[in-house]
């Protein structure tokens, strides 16, 4: 089965500098890579995600690169903000003929925005 | 994520109890998911159901059940064979069964065992 593996597992950056979070995927069918931010008690959000005929997709300051080839796959946060901080889950979903399998998820990164 | 309710939101179960975890979506969404999530481990697939009247084991499956008689509801049993039943669980559920559809989550239930 799939196995995603992600770091760092907490990443502390000043307000106003960037954030970047590094996952790397072991199934080659993996087709689709969401991120989900979670705060405390709550559901986890997506924020962006991107499919595997693409390498790059931007949202204004969030930003996902994907290399197939490496199969590793990272989340960009530019200019943080406060609002900022939470746990992010990066996923991938493996490919098995049409069917969803269900999300492996990493294991996650607390991101905490010092001011 | 509004379309997805659990319940309840804090259960609480006695050893040797079974208990059941709602989830309801009004999406209009084919599939569904049970993902269980404990302290530093991220979030692992319990069991997921692609289409009414037919669901899969996931990754973690022993000691629960499920069912998906409507298109609408798929509830979690958590029996008294799970060991450590004590997490919070979350239902997700995406439009189609393919492995490229977003999913999106319910509240959760956060389940303790006394």
């Known amino acids: 089965g799939e196995n995603v593996e992600q770091h760092p597992s907490t990443l502390s950056v000043q307000e106003g500098d960037s954030a970047v979070i590094k996952c790397t995927y072991s199934d080659s069918a993996s087709n689709y890579f969401p991120w989900y931010k979670q705060e405390l008690g709550k559901r986890p959000q997506l924020i962006i995600d991107i499919r595997s005929n693409v390498g790059e997709k931007k949202d204004q300051r969030i930003a996902v690169t994907l290399n197939k080839t490496a199969k590793h796959f990272s989340l960009h946060i530019t200019e943080t903000q406060p609002e900022d901080s939470a746990v992010y889950f990066c996923?991938?979903?493996?490919?098995?003929?049409?069917?969803?399998?269900?999300?492996?998820f990493g294991k996650g990164t607390h991101l905490i925005i010092q001011p | 994520d509004g379309g997805i309710t659990q319940s309840p939101k804090y259960l609480f179960r006695k050893e040797g109890q079974n208990v059941t975890l709602s989830c309801e979506q009004n999406l209009n969404h084919d599939a569904m998911y049970w993902y269980r999530q404990d302290p530093g481990q991220g979030l692992r697939l319990i069991y997921y159901s692609q289409i009414v009247n037919d669901f899969q084991k996931g990754d973690i499956a022993e000691g629960y059940s499920v069912s998906r008689e409507k298109k609408e509801s798929f509830p979690l049993t958590v029996t008294s064979a799970q060991k450590n039943p004590t997490a919070f669980y979350l239902c997700a559920s995406s439009f189609g069964g393919r492995s490229t559809d977003t999913q999106y989550f319910g509240p959760g239930t956060r389940l303790t065992v006394l």
């Open positions: 996923a991938a979903s493996p490919y098995s003929g049409g069917g969803a399998d269900g999300l492996t």
